[in-house]
């Protein structure tokens, strides 16, 4: 069993959608969560991190910790086209762990 | 302000060649380290270094060596390459590690690597 599980998709949803995204994991020793975008062609980049349970919100964008579920979430409000990309969880402690990406379009 | 920048974008070897894959940063960063990406898999860490000098094995060291000379630079060596590693290279730095708070990883748009 991989130590962070993440469903790889693909997603459609028509502009405007509230998107959710989801990652679980097994090591309860994880502090810090992270969320990921990773455009075609291009390296990923920092989207949101938290540290423990929680949300954290940012514009159009929630994330979501649920340590006691090992859980966590992110909420994409009001999608736009330009959300169209890969989104990667990651979490660590000492090392860091990345699912394998959820791959969203974004309809016009 | 150029982050982190990997060449060549891509490469094709035949098997038992040996190559290097490039990685610079000019942010300062302490922390470098070579991912690599395949689908299904996420990334997983091949060998990272936390200072000129010192390098360290992740969790797919097998068939690679680095070398950290520099703050700058970060080359990633394969030997005698294989099929299995068909795969994209991402290098990635930050100030403080991997596994720090507040330190994210910036990444390069990574090397797409074929072996025949």
């Known amino acids: 069993q991989k130590e962070v599980e993440q469903d790889p998709g693909p997603l459609s949803v028509p502009e405007g959608a509230i998107v959710s995204l989801n990652c679980t994991y097994s090591n309860s020793a994880f502090q810090y969560f992270m969320w990921y975008r990773q455009y075609s062609r291009k390296g990923p980049e920092l989207l949101m991190y938290?540290?423990?349970?929680g949300n954290k919100e940012d514009g159009r964008f929630t994330a979501q910790v649920d340590k006691s579920s090992k859980y966590i979430s992110l909420f994409i409000r009001d999608s736009q086209p330009s959300d169209s990309a890969t989104y990667l969880c990651a979490m660590s402690v000492n090392d860091m762990r990345f699912g394998a990406g959820t791959r969203l379009t974004v309809k016009p | 302000n150029a982050g982190v920048t990997q060449t060549p974008k891509f490469q094709v070897l035949k098997t038992g060649q040996s190559m290097t894959l490039q990685c610079a940063q000019d942010?300062?960063?302490?922390?470098m380290s070579w991912y690599r990406q395949d689908p299904g898999m996420g990334l997983r860490l091949i060998h990272y270094s936390v200072g000129a000098g010192i390098t360290d094995q992740g969790e797919v060291p097998n068939g690679y060596n680095v070398s950290r000379s520099t703050t700058e630079d970060f080359p990633l060596r394969l030997l005698s390459a294989a099929p299995s590693q068909t795969s994209v290279y991402f290098c990635a730095s930050s100030y403080l590690g991997q596994g720090s708070y507040n330190s994210p990883l910036h990444f390069g748009n990574g090397t797409r690597l074929t072996v025949t």
């Open positions: 942010m300062n960063h302490e922390y």
């Open positions: 938290t540290y423990s349970s």
